[in-house]
C-alpha cells in the first residue's frame, strides 16, 4: 500500500526555468510532510518541510504547496539550475510515527 | 556532511551470511531509523528505535533485526542473506520523534 505517491519517475527543465514536483498521498492522518533530495551514493538531504496547519513554505529557490483537500503537495524550484539534478523524494509523518517516502522523480536540469 | 555515519560504506558478502550495519546518529539525536532502498525503487522503511526503544516496525523481514545501544548508536543484522537482499541500507537521525531526519551515506550491501 504506497501511501505516498510520485507518479512522475523522471522531469526534464531548462535551466533557468521553473521545475514543479509532484506528491499525492492517501493518509489523511498525515500532518508534517518534507521533500528531500538525492545525489547518487550520497544519503538523502532534507530541503524543505511543511506542516499541515500550513499551505505554503518557502525557503530561497524552494516552494512547497499542500492541498490538503487534494492530498496534494508540490516542490516548486526557481530558477532550476544544473546542480538542482538529482532525485527528489516527497516524505510524510504522522504523530510521532517515522517517515514514509514516495518512490521519487529524477529531476535533470539542461543547460 | 549531515553528521550521521553509517560504515561500512559497502559490503559484498555470499548468500546465507550474516552482516551487521552501524549507525552512529548526529550528536543528540535520539531516534535512529533504517530504510532500505532497493534498485531504482523508493526508501522502504524498515525499523524505528527511539532512546533504545523499538519505536516503529516497517516491512522488515524476520531475518533481519536491530538495536540501539546506550551510547545511541544502531546496529541493523541482516542473517541468512539471499541475492534480493542487495541494496543500499540507509540511516536516519532525529532529535525526536517526527519531524526532518538526517542522513546518512548509506551501506551499499551486494549479496552474491
Known amino acids: 500500500d504506497q501511501q505516498v505517491k510520485q507518479n512522475s519517475p523522471s522531469l526534464s527543465v531548462q535551466e533557468g526555468r521553473i521545475s514543479i514536483l509532484n506528491c499525492d498521498y492517501t493518509?489523511?492522518?498525515?500532518?508534517?510532510f518534507l521533500w528531500y533530495k538525492k545525489y547518487p551514493a550520497e544519503g538523502p538531504t532534507f530541503l524543505i518541510s511543511i506542516s499541515s496547519i500550513k499551505d505554503k513554505n518557502e525557503d530561497g529557490r524552494f516552494t512547497v504547496f499542500l492541498n490538503k483537500s487534494a492530498k496534494h503537495l508540490s516542490l516548486h524550484i526557481v530558477p532550476s539550475q544544473p546542480g538542482d539534478s538529482a532525485v527528489y523524494f516527497c516524505?510524510?509523518?504522522?504523530?510521532?510515527?517515522?517517515?514514509?517516502f514516495g518512490t521519487g522523480t529524477r529531476l535533470t536540469i539542461i543547460p | 556532511d549531515s553528521g550521521v555515519t553509517q560504515t561500512p560504506k559497502h559490503l559484498i558478502t555470499a548468500t546465507g551470511q550474516r552482516v551487521t550495519l552501524r549507525c552512529s546518529p548526529r550528536s543528540g539525536d535520539l531516534s535512529v531509523y533504517w530504510y532500505q532502498q532497493s534498485l531504482d525503487q523508493g526508501l522502504q522503511f524498515l525499523i524505528q528505535?527511539?532512546?533504545?526503544?523499538?519505536?516503529a516496525k516497517g516491512n522488515i523481514l524476520e531475518r533481519f533485526s536491530a538495536q540501539q545501544f546506550p551510547d545511541l548508536h544502531s546496529e541493523l543484522n541482516l542473517s541468512s542473506l539471499e541475492l534480493g537482499d542487495s541494496a543500499l541500507y540507509f540511516c536516519?537521525?532525529?532529535?525526536?520523534?517526527?519531524?526532518?531526519?538526517?542522513f546518512g551515506q548509506g551501506t551499499r550491501l551486494t549479496v552474491v
Open positions: 516524505a510524510a509523518s504522522f504523530g510521532n510515527e517515522k517517515l514514509t
Open positions: 493518509n489523511s492522518m498525515f500532518d508534517y
Open positions: 536516519a537521525s532525529s532529535v525526536g520523534q517526527e519531524g526532518e531526519a538526517f
Open positions: 528505535y527511539y532512546n533504545g526503544e523499538e519505536r
